[in-house]
């Protein structure tokens, strides 16, 4: 017998709406099916998402403010160079190299084989490319892909040495 695809959900808006899981590996459907029950259905979800722009834009500023402080204090910790760019670029580079170093230090060191030689090799690139706009381009790349796109960034994409550092 093979485990059921459609799944009929009360969800917590009071809707019942018949789900096609199939797409989810067959041990993840039940799992799935209870925190679908936990939520408005889709439409309602919708319509109270598309109703409250007013509280979107505060949540909305409110986790780019949270974004922006861990990337500072990130760059911090770890002896980042301030980016250049307009200044309108400045705080989503920041936030874009902060989630693509984490990410890779996640693929490469944590779950890779890389061990932290490898890695503070591959930060010591990082810090050379300082053009905002750099990070904002690679902000979808996957984080095993670092090295190479460090490797490809331009001479425009690398900050002017700063001997006073």
Known sequence: MAVRTIWKIVHSCGHEVAHNLSDRAADRRAGFARW?????CTDCWKAARDSDTESKEAWLAAKRAEEQQAAREWAEQFDMPPLEGPEKALDWGERSRHLLVTAAHTALVVEGTWDEADWAQLEEKARTVTRAGWWIDQRNMEGADLLE?????????RGTENPFR
Do not use: I, M
């Open 36 to 40: 679908l029950e936990g939520r408005d």
């Open 149 to 157: 796109l460090l490797d490809s960034a331009g001479e425009q994409d």
